[in-house]
């Protein structure tokens, strides 16, 4: 078992995040979870990890939004 740094995937997320004006504009709120798995080379696997939302354009926002904050792996995976 391998885990990456949380303060990197903290800072990744937190640079890549932001809450679209349409959203507050309709209205559209809520909330995700979501449970990232990531390789021993520090790459997001997202086919195992895990986003459930309470609205289904959260979801989506929230997965690209993974999607560009782990473009690259993130250094500093190691083993448990």
Do not use: M, N, W
């Amino acid at each position: 078992r391998h885990t990456v740094g949380y303060d990197r995937v903290y800072q990744r997320i937190d640079e890549a995040l932001f809450y679209p004006r349409e959203f507050s504009e309709a209205g559209i709120e809520g909330t995700v979870s979501a449970t990232l798995v990531f390789s021993e080379q520090g790459k997001l696997l997202r086919k195992q990890s895990k986003v459930e939302a309470s609205s289904r354009f959260l979801r989506v926002h929230v997965l690209r939004t993974l999607r560009r904050a782990f473009a690259e792996p993130v250094s500093g995976a190691r083993r448990l």
